[in-house]
């Protein structure tokens, strides 16, 4: 290859890197079974986490309910809700969402395939064994690692070999310009494992001693949601939000800054969970000073997103995937800003042990993390079953069940939270009365996971029917609405 | 974006492919894509960069303001702060006894007991101790050297001899040796005066540098200070001092 000239090397976008449809459909085909295999467990696990969820949530206002079951109590429930939704739904989503866009961005078909259908079954049985080991009692109390020391290692090995398959294709991917896409996937494929070797070995294999127990338990915890999710939600949204819309992202300059300063601030983040805690000040300090310095990566995102969109909003009107992604791109911005704002100790002294937590959670996972990877399924699976979706108005309630159940679940959650930390604050209130505040709030909470449910069981139906190429053959995309230039 | 862009169809090299596309299949949605993304060259906007600026400047100074010399021992100086933003009660200074209790609990009850009442023949009594109220030559400052230099050989406690070793505990703070004695001078019937954290900072320059426990004999050697509990009898109706007096 020619030395660049110094021109084209800031600018990169100078060089060739098109694909044309044929080098397009064989990427596709190498992808289509890990995705589907990933896409559709994940899916499975939605439902089911989804429940124990629900579960859990009308426990929280009738105690008693299935109370004379060990296995469905809620300090089990709840972890394994949890667990279901966090490594059954979330991370298999991450993968395939991941694997398919890795593909596309390198340029050549998937290698190994063999590799990723051995890690998708892997992981799998490592959230089935964990799971049940949840609900037998032999959970953890560490908090996003409650999966028994049993399971955790049939994980890791399932996920080594998806670090190593990342790896090869990004060694032997066309040159070329490297998309912003693909510096957030590769990085997520290896901060993850990083993540979750280092925390299994200094908490369940070789524990450390005391307060630094709490202090690796948040870093980890954090860091799944923000080097790992959110990442490939933000891949996901910088590759489908260009191509949908068809005009080039906003500006590399700002994709750059935005990227190197997720990298820098978000590993320190996690210590904020414990303000006030056995911590020396400095540690918390410096957690304190990340969260907020968050902004940096969140407002940059944002602004190099919504220039992207800027005249093009007519066409969330139309594409499913572009409306999924949007919303939750926009769910993102707010939720890293709320996150940075509970950061701040004196909001965080009122917010910290409330359902606020809960919602601020709800938020980064569902608005944000799921609604991206419904609207990246939506783009990617007809491509690899060669089918259309087959109803447009089912996506439609699949979109405003998801959209309305969550932000009636978050809105919930966040008014109960912030009245019972005032209530726990206040002196003069009892511990009871910090409760009552927060039961109302709960019962919404409970039936938002209905609204949310109702969503999911249409997304999964609608899944099935592709998978089974049910229905008559469609001609051209389901668009929610009537475009002038169907690309969906 | 139609089919016309799509080259005439000729079959791939599928040696190295575990999965083979048939050309003619390409479904529609594939062909009907847009190219793939590209980035766009817009400049960082200038105020961003500004803002972003005046971000880092205040990280710098919230984390000097905050991270107590980054001492591995310094925990949350703002926490106080904090608390006393809410009410009046966590702005209230913290009661020396509450404090002297936990102390006691933590770091006393080991030897002298929760009673106060020691063990009989090992460990002395606080419970109406001439050392701990004052007596006849015993003075406060005797009892805050004991705490920080720790006290050996026989002594004498109400009327009973003990031979044993009482540790230093310098290593605790003004005002937690204060809010210990504080507590044992007014707990199980002791009626004293408190400690203030400043006395026990006077007792403690005055003697710095010493290492070894004092003795009996030391002790009686030096005269009970004007500040001392000579003049304050024992409130407990506990039998007086047997000790003669030096």
Known sequence: ?488 | MSASNIPPQEPFNESDQENEVNVVGIHESILREREEPKDGYEPIPLWLIAVFFALIFWAGIYLAMNSGGFQKDVFNPEMVAWAGGGSAVAAAPPDPKVIGKRLYTQNCVVCHQTTGLGVAGQFPPLVGSEWVVGGDWVGDNHLVKILLHGLQGAVQVKGATYNNAMPPWQQLKDDQIAAILTYIRSEWGNAASPITPEYVKSVRDAAVGRTEPWSQKELKAIPAEAAGASAQPPATPAAPPANPAA
């Open chain 1, 1 to 488: 290859m020619n030395q660049p000239s110094l021109l084209s090397s800031l600018h990169p976008a100078t060089e060739p890197d098109t694909l044309d449809s044929t080098d397009r459909a064989k990427i596709d085909a190498s992808t289509r079974l890990p995705v589907l295999l990933f896409f559709g467990s994940a899916i499975f696990w939605l439902l089911l986490g989804s429940f124990l969820g629900l579960l859990s949530a009308w426990k929280m206002t009738n105690p008693w309910l299935l109370d004379s079951m060990g296995w469905l109590t809620f300090g089990r429930l709840r972890p394994a809700h949890l667990n279901a939704v966090a490594y059954g739904w979330a991370a298999p989503a991450a993968i395939g969402v991941g694997l398919w866009l890795t593909a596309r961005l390198c340029r050549i078909p998937l290698l190994h395939s063999k590799l990723l259908v051995s890690a998708a079954i892997i992981w799998n049985l490592g959230i089935l064994v964990g799971i049940c080991g949840i609900l037998i009692g032999d959970g953890r109390s560490i908090e996003w690692l409650e999966f028994p020391a049993y399971s955790t290692p049939i994980l890791f090995v399932s996920y080594a070999l998806i670090g190593i398959w990342t790896i090869i294709m990004f060694r032997f991917r066309k040159p070329g310009h490297i998309y912003v896409s693909q510096w957030y996937l590769f990085a997520a494929f290896l901060w993850f494992p990083w993540l979750y070797a280092t925390a299994n070995i200094l908490l369940v294999w070789q524990p450390v001693q005391g307060p630094a127990q709490g202090a690796i338990n948040w870093w980890y915890a954090h860091n799944v949601l923000g080097l790992w999710f959110t990442p490939i939600g933000l891949a996901s949204a910088y590759y489908f939000i260009p191509k949908v819309i068809g005009r080039p992202i906003h500006s590399y300059y700002l994709s750059i800054l935005g990227f190197w300063s997720l990298a820098l601030f978000y590993s320190w983040n996690g210590l904020h969970h414990l303000i006030g805690g056995p911590f020396p000040a400095w540690l918390i300090s410096a957690s304190v000073v990340a969260s907020l310095m968050m902004f940096i990566p969140v407002i940059t995102t944002a602004i190099n997103h919504h220039m992207t969109m800027q005249g093009h909003f007519e066409a969330l009107k139309w594409s499913p995937t572009l409306r999924f992604t949007v919303f939750g791109a926009v769910a993102y911005t707010v939720v890293s800003l709320q996150g940075s704002s509970m950061a701040i100790p004196s909001l965080n002294t009122i917010t910290h042990f409330t359902d606020y937590t809960i919602g601020h959670a709800h938020l980064g996972l569902y608005a944000f993390f799921t609604m991206m990877m419904f609207g990246a399924m939506y783009y990617i699976v007809p491509r690899l079953v060669g089918w259309e979706w087959p109803s447009a108005s089912m996506i439609r309630w699949h979109f405003w069940l998801s959209a309305v159940g969550i932000i009636l679940m978050v809105s919930a959650l966040t008014l109960g939270g912030l009245l019972q930390g005032l209530a726990l604050y206040d002196v003069k209130s009892t511990f009871r009365s910090s409760l009552e505040f927060a039961t109302p709030f709960r019962y919404l909470r409970g039936v938002s996971g209905f609204v949310l449910m109702a969503g999911q069981i249409i997304f999964a139906i609608l899944f099935i029917q592709m998978l089974l190429k049910l229905g008559t053959p469609k001609k051209g995309p389901a668009l929610l609405g009537k475009p002038d230039d169907a690309t969906v």
